[in-house]
């Protein structure tokens, strides 16, 4: 059956496309999807990560069509889209597999992960944009992967948004950005991601990440042990450099709006973004701040958008989008985003929004000069973690002192603490338990604590302390076990109390050596 495409007018008029079908996600309009792509249409499609405007990868002058849709500059390769690993050798796509991909494809496809390797004749340069390589990916949404294997080829696919712009999450976006310039679009719901795929090259010698996505450099070294970063990922280039891959070297993901990252705690980002906000809105700009859950109650702008909760990571990955969007739709004139170096796909996050804001970053992190130890007593393990600190070199000295939260009177250390401490060569000259006192702490003080209840006890009793500021020693080095309480052991559980103290700290000396 003839598809209910406007083909005639690609015959009469390859630029002007006038009317763009909007499919659903039902198997009858998934044949119609796959006919299009077969005769050499160009659509969106929904995938895990974003939407994909996809044409044969194999047709070059389909593939044409996806340039001139996006406005995307003709250097910048495209990545193609196949249905199972067998497709790769079957079709030839590339002249050798190499091993790491088979690992990487057992580990993590379908899903979002692209592969780069070294490209046979098959691939068209229109693809590669005349690279020796080509990128590819296997996608994990059902409906991707039917419209792939019902096309009977395989599909070359950009994100598809206009050629700058923020990617697409739903069928919607592409719309706003394609009407009138494609075939059609199928909607298969919002993007679950939110991102687009992890791109490594298998091409050189050490496997190495060109943009970070939902699986994580853990992750991959999980499977290949090492790999390496390239620098574009999270640094802005000069213009000078020669970039691995070409799309990293422009804007990309920006909302029309000026955006500026504010980073730190949480308790000076607030202060800032809202120091920002009253100033910018005498100039009688439309503002709006970048929140979460947590935070959104604390700005004052004409727009707080959240990305959802803080802990929850995906839903950030996943919100991310359509928020420069829609700060694109409401007609934002300055955006002021919190920052969101998440453990996990914090990477990705981050490498988006940096570009989305051209790397224009305010950072409100205090220079801190003192760490406080504390435990209970003041007579035991802060002293020693005090000692031992003192023992260490940082870069940026800073004051070291230990403190109880309850002590009754001047007492001195702990006798087995002492010994211990002593035979490992630390003086304990001067050594007393003394009270916390609120005023101990600055704004630029770290406090560290033994054990979480010992944090949760600070924060509830000192109401103006930046909880930000107080850290369980152990989470903070990230160690599981925090440190225990010695009291009433054996002079050797004391020495083992020590030991395990010494390797946290040298882990803490590492840290805030590499933060300077
Ligand atoms: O999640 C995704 O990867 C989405 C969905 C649709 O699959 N696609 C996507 O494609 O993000 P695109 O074109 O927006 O981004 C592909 C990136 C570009 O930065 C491009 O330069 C790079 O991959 N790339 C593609 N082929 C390459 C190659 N042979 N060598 C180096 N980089 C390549
Ligand atoms: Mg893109």
């Not at 659903?24 to 299009?36: G, Q, S, V």
């Not at 496809?109 to 005349?130: C, Q, Y």
């Not at 699986?215 to 790999?227: A, D, Q, R």
């Not at 950030?316 to 409401?330: K, S």
């Amino acid at each position: 059956t003839e598809p209910k495409s406007s083909k005639k007018v690609w015959k009469n008029n390859p630029v002007i496309i006038v009317k763009t079908l909007l499919l659903k996600n039902t198997e009858e309009d998934i044949k119609t999807a796959a006919e299009l792509l077969k005769n050499g249409g160009v659509e969106g499609i929904p995938t895990e990560t974003v939407y994909g405007l996809a044409a044969d990868a194999l047709n070059p002058e389909a593939v044409k069509k996806i340039f001139k849709a996006k406005g995307r500059p003709g250097d910048n390769p495209l990545i193609v889209h196949i249905c199972d690993f067998s497709d790769i050798e079957r079709l030839n796509l590339v002249t050798k597999i190499p091993d790491t991909a088979k690992k990487l494809a057992d580990a993590f496809w379908p899903g979002p992960l692209t592969m780069i390797m070294k490209k046979s004749d098959v691939i068209p340069n229109e693809v590669s944009a005349g690279l020796d390589t080509v990128a590819i990916r296997f996608p994990s949404h059902k409906t991707a992967q039917a419209i792939i294997r019902e096309s009977g080829t395989v599909l070359a696919a950009p994100s598809a948004n206009i050629s700058g712009s923020p990617s697409p999450t739903t069928a919607q976006h592409v719309m706003n950005d394609m009407d009138g310039k494609i075939d059609a679009v199928l909607d298969g719901g919002a993007s679950e991601v939110g991102l687009e795929s992890t791109v490594i090259t298998l091409a050189g010698d050490v496997p190495r990440v060109l943009r970070p996505g939902g699986i994580t450099v853990e992750m991959l070294e999980s499977v290949l042990g090492k790999v390496e970063v390239d620098d574009a990922v999270l640094h802005k280039l000069a213009d000078n450099v020669k970039v691995a891959s070409p799309g990293m070297k422009y804007k990309h993901y920006a909302p029309k709006a000026d955006m500026v990252i504010v980073d730190g705690t949480r308790k000076h980002v607030i202060a800032k973004i809202n120091e920002l906000v009253a100033s910018h809105r005498d100039d009688g700009k439309k503002i709006a701040v970048i929140a979460t859950e947590e935070t959104k109650q604390f700005y004052d702008a004409d727009v707080v958008l959240s990305m959802g909760s803080r802990a929850d990571e995906d839903s950030i990955a996943h919100e991310l989008y359509r928020i420069l969007r829609d700060c694109d739709e409401l007609d934002v004139d300055v955006i002021f985003s919190e920052s969101f170096s998440t453990p996990r796909i914090g990477q990705a996050i981050m490498n988006r929004m940096l570009k989305a804001a051209g790397h224009q970053v305010i950072d409100t992190h205090v220079k801190y000069d003192k760490i406080i130890f504390v435990a209970q007593t003041g007579t035991c393990r802060e002293q020693m973690a005090k000692g031992i600190m003192n023992d260490f070199v940082l870069k940026v000295p800073m004051e070291i002192e230990a403190r109880g939260l309850v002590v009754q009177f001047p007492e001195p250390v702990n006798q087995k603490a002492e010994a211990v401490l002593i035979s490992n060569g630390i003086s304990t000259e001067g050594m007393v338990s003394t009270q916390l006192e609120e005023s101990d702490i600055t704004e630029s003080t770290m406090v560290f604590t033994m054990e979480s209840s010992q944090r949760e006890r600070i924060i509830e009793s000192f109401a103006d302390i930046d909880p930000e500021q107080v850290f369980v020693l152990s989470q903070y080095v990230g160690d599981e076990l925090e440190i225990l309480d010695p009291y009433g052991g054996t002079l050797q559980s004391y020495g083992l109390c020590y030991e395990s103290l010494r390797a946290t700290l040298k882990k803490l000396v590492k840290r805030l050596n590499a933060n300077t």
